[in-house]
């Protein structure tokens, strides 16, 4: 089975802080992927990376920046935390074409700025 | 842009009433459709996939969904609800020319009474 792990359920910063969200995932997946999730808005798009050190801007990508050093691993950065980026965040790597880049997901990041 | 749209926010239903969740997209190209859900505390999980052949496809827990190409649509269907069936349900959507990214609809919120 595809796991992915995050290394927070639950996050409190403060704004201005420098928030790091981790991502894992085993199952040597190239494609990773950062979104986040808003009541009535569904998932949407942050950063997503297709190898190792690429990475490309999604639909919302400001305020946001991202590592991918390793290809287990799809690291998102706070810059600069603020309220409006209080928000459920979820990583997902997916599988390949055969599969028509099914995704799999994580169990979420909960955010909070105050 | 490409689109995805789900037509309610929020279903709420009866225990062995019949579901359907409508899920249209703005583009006419080739895309390979899914459809996630999200139990409450749990992370998102596939329910099922569509990629080419029959139209009508089928997946976990008594889930089916109907391609319909020429309204651009791709709505789930569950004959009788049961209670465990509470949960957020995301139409998501690759368009191939777009690559290995997936757009998600707003997702529809379904509360079924016991």
């Known amino acids: 089975d595809v796991k992915v792990t995050q290394s927070s359920r639950y996050l409190v910063k403060r704004t201005g802080e420098k928030v790091f969200l981790e991502c894992v995932q085993d199952?040597?997946?190239?494609?990773m992927f950062w979104y986040r999730q808003d009541p009535g808005l569904g998932l949407r798009l942050i950063y997503f990376?297709?190898?190792?050190?690429?990475?490309e801007k999604g639909d919302i990508p400001e305020g946001y920046s991202v590592s991918r050093e390793k290809k287990e691993r799809f690291s998102l950065i706070l810059e600069s935390a603020s309220t409006n980026q209080t928000s459920m965040y979820l990583c997902?790597?997916?599988?390949?074409?055969?599969?028509?880049?099914?995704?799999?997901f994580g169990p979420g990041t909960r955010l909070t700025v105050t | 842009a490409q689109s995805v749209s789900q037509h309610n926010h929020h279903v709420i239903l009866s225990e062995a009433a019949s579901l359907e969740l409508g899920c249209n997209y703005s583009?006419?190209?080739?895309?390979?459709l899914f459809w996630y859900v999200q139990y409450p505390g749990q992370h998102l999980q596939l329910l099922l996939k569509?990629?080419?052949?029959?139209?009508l496809v089928k997946g976990i827990k008594g889930f089916e969904a109907e391609f319909i190409k020429s309204k651009f649509s791709f709505n789930l269907r569950k004959p009788s609800v049961q209670w465990s069936d509470t949960a957020e349900y995301f139409c998501?959507?690759?368009?191939?020319?777009?690559?290995?990214?997936?757009?998600f609809g707003g997702g529809t919120r379904v509360l079924v009474k016991p």
């Open positions: 583009y006419g190209g080739t895309v390979n």
């Open positions: 199952m040597d997946h190239e494609n």
């Open positions: 569509y990629f080419s052949g029959d139209p």
């Open positions: 998501a959507v690759n368009f191939k020319a777009a690559g290995n990214k997936l757009t």
């Open positions: 997902a790597s997916s599988s390949d074409p055969a599969k028509g880049y099914e995704q799999y």
């Open positions: 990376s297709y190898d190792v050190k690429m990475k």
